[in-house]
């Protein structure tokens, strides 16, 4: 079952990406709706399953950002047929947040870049699915290793300032956890962005609002995100479903028609960690915690498999 | 005793800086970042000459070790550009994930390295910069002597594939590394050939091992001398032949005895042929203000405390 749907996703990342403007993407999102909803439930049953079967894992934030990277994958980012690591004439994108690897490694092997069924080896010895992205282990997809936060705003600058120096005119696009932005490197790498023009970037934050110990306005305020970034110099646009595809598309295709306009983009994205599976919403608890069997059988019950499971 | 000759002295951090002009000149995917420290640097030629491929990324170092494994994602080499304590300890996670661990072709240079840093005193001072470095995996660890080995060494780490840290110093000193002599990372080179005793020495304290040398064949003593420019990776051969023949090695180093030259020297040595060490380097402390001279007396980092180590192991063999 999983080589069928391995070479059905395979064809599809050979299509060419056709979202360029906000109209199209309108026009577009009807005929592909259906498609990419299905991919979204496809990966949060990966998600569910990759954590469950190693006991460990990050569920909640990649559950919140699912249907972001498909939108991103599958719609949003012009990316060549196959990986290399300089990534030249293609859009690249840097996940900060590394902790949310289930939902980066599933919708990679979705797209195409490795065997879905290299799945099941998430965080065993020997896979090169760590338990945070490498480029140690050869994966293809990954241009950075991250799971040490707020340092991957720094390296999507670095990409975007080699592509201007290439004349490469693609875009470079990160993600970063709200919780993230407590780590002092972010501020200086919004500083530069702004400062320096860098204007190719578009850095996206997962507000969902929860980290590790609790709510983020608990844990240390953030205060507002979006008028911080606005303040340093930054476009901000936001998105307050971050878990309605239609939304994050649109908000991703507004996002890319604000580049090259002399500031950086920054997307606050509002997110529900843990979304789609009802018991691992509106709490922090799933932050970093997999499933039971029977919770597992639950959630998975929440989304019927579409795809094929790997 | 061979001969050199100081052609005048420099400072290493100028041969940095003449090396960055000329892969300015000669090699377009070389790109330079500094930290606010372009006069201490010495890259104003390759900025002037290469404004497009200079970025200033302010008082911010660990912004700046992010911004050079980006640019190399895309052809670029980064060469960042700041002191050697802001190099190394203050972004040290920085260099861990996002180069070493990431495979990243990133260039960190650093300069006032050590004790010769001088009067702004021990928050400026670091002597833990190589054991820092050469711990991280996949990470090469150069420390060149003089003027013409500083350049010689920034020409070849350029086309040398992976993190490398190369670490200069601020004080002018002597120059006597033939102009023209080619940097082979991970060669040792042998200065003296001498039967007594090995003195393995790196950075500013290759021509104190010279100085040291001379005194002691005035007193009777043979001294072989080694110039290991890259402590990583460490050219074990050129190590045990020397030390084979002469039966005890001192190493020198302006860094702290805990992690520096001597340990990576110790550490073959007690694998492969055991034998009887004396380690001229700071001995576990922080250094403090004072001109470049006074510090390597008082901290023991001259010809004479490598004259004496030489005359202590001598008794051990």
């Given amino acids: 079952m999983g080589k069928v749907f391995y070479k059905l996703i395979s064809s599809y990342l050979f299509s060419p990406t056709n979202a360029v ?123 950075v290793a991250s799971g040490s936060l707020g340092q991957g705003m720094s390296v ?13 005119n693609h875009l470079v696009f990160s993600l970063h956890g709200d919780g993230e932005l407590q780590e002092g490197q972010n501020w200086e790498a919004i500083m530069y962005a702004a400062g320096n023009n860098v204007d190719n970037l578009i850095a996206t934050i997962d507000l969902n609002g929860q980290q590790i110990d609790g709510a983020t306005k608990d844990v240390l305020p953030l205060g507002d ?40 983009v920054c997307i606050v ?41 790997y | 005793m061979t001969k050199y000759i100081d052609q005048g002295k420099q400072d290493t951090r100028s041969g940095f800086g003449a090396g960055m002009t000329e892969l300015g000149r000669t090699n377009p995917n070389v790109v330079a970042l500094c930290a606010d420290l372009v006069g201490s640097l010495k890259i104003q030629t390759f900025i002037d000459e290469n404004p497009e491929r200079f970025f200033q990324v302010g008082i911010a170092e660990a912004n700046m070790m992010g911004i050079a494994a980006g640019l190399t994602i895309g052809g670029k080499i980064p060469f960042t550009g700041t002191f050697a304590n802001f190099s190394t300890g203050r972004v040290y996670d920085q260099i861990r994930q996002s180069i070493a661990y990431s495979d990243k072709n990133v260039k960190i240079c650093a ?25 991280l995996p996949g990470m ?16 070849a780490i350029a086309e040398h594939h992976g993190p490398v840290y190369l670490r200069f110093g601020r004080p002018k000193v002597a120059n006597f590394t033939p102009v023209d002599q080619k940097f082979e990372i991970g060669k040792a080179l042998l200065l003296n050939e001498g039967t007594d005793v090995t003195i393995i020495a790196t950075g500013h304290l290759v021509w104190q091992s010279l100085i040291a040398a001379e005194n002691l064949e005035n007193q009777g003593i043979s001294a072989e001398v080694i ?12 190590i045990l032949d020397s030390v084979k023949k002469t039966g005890c090695v001192v190493t020198a180093e302006e860094h702290n005895f ?59 063999k």
């Fill in chain 1, 21 to 143: 403007t906000f109209d199209t993407i309108k026009n577009h999102t009807m005929a592909n709706t259906q498609e990419q909803q299905d991919i979204v439930v496809q990966v949060r049953r990966d998600i569910l399953r990759m954590v469950h079967k190693v006991n460990s894992g990050h569920p909640g934030g990649s559950l919140g950002c699912t249907e972001f990277f498909v939108a991103l994958y599958h719609e949003i980012m012009d990316i060549k047929n196959g990986f290399d690591m300089d990534g030249k004439n293609e859009d690249l994108f840097f996940l900060s947040n590394g902790h949310i690897s289930p939902v980066f490694y599933s919708v990679l092997a979705r797209k195409g870049y490795f065997p879905v069924e290299e799945l099941n080896t998430f965080r065993l010895i020997n896979s090169r699915l760590q338990g945070h992205p490498t480029t140690h282990e050869g994966l293809p997809g990954g241009r």
């Fill in chain 1, 156 to 168: 999507a600058i670095g990409a975007a300032l080699a592509k201007k120096l290439n004349g490469d």
């Fill in chain 1, 225 to 264: 995100v979006a008028e911080k970034f606005r303040v340093f110099g930054w476009d901000v646009l936001e998105i307050d479903n971050g878990n309605d595809l239609t939304q994050v598309i649109t908000g991703l295709t507004e996002a890319k028609g604000r580049t090259g306009k002399g500031k950086p």
């Fill in chain 1, 269 to 309: 994205m509002t997110t529900m960690m843990g979304n789609g599976v009802d018991f691992m919403m509106h709490t922090h608890a799933w932050h970093g915690k997999a499933p039971s069997d029977e919770q597992l059988e639950t959630a998975l019950a929440q989304n019927p498999e579409t795809l094929g499971d």
């Fill in chain 2, 111 to 135: 300069s006032h390295a050590g004790i010769t840093l001088g009067e702004d005193g021990a928050t400026h001072q670091i002597l833990e910069d190589i054991g820092l470095m050469k711990m």
């Fill in chain 2, 140 to 155: 090469t660890v150069i420390n060149p002597c003089d003027f013409n080995q500083t350049k010689a060494a920034t020409l």
């Fill in chain 2, 227 to 238: 110039n290991i420019h890259t402590i990583k990776p460490l050219d074990d051969k050129a």
């Fill in chain 2, 258 to 316: 805990l992690g520096g030259l001597g340990e990576s020297v110790s550490r073959v040595l007690a694998s492969h042929h055991p034998t009887p060490q004396e380690f001229v380097a700071t001995q576990d402390t922080f250094g403090e203000s004072g001109t470049p001279d006074q510090l390597m007396d008082k901290y023991g980092l001259n010809n004479k405390a490598i004259e004496s180590a030489v005359l202590k192991v001598l008794k051990r």
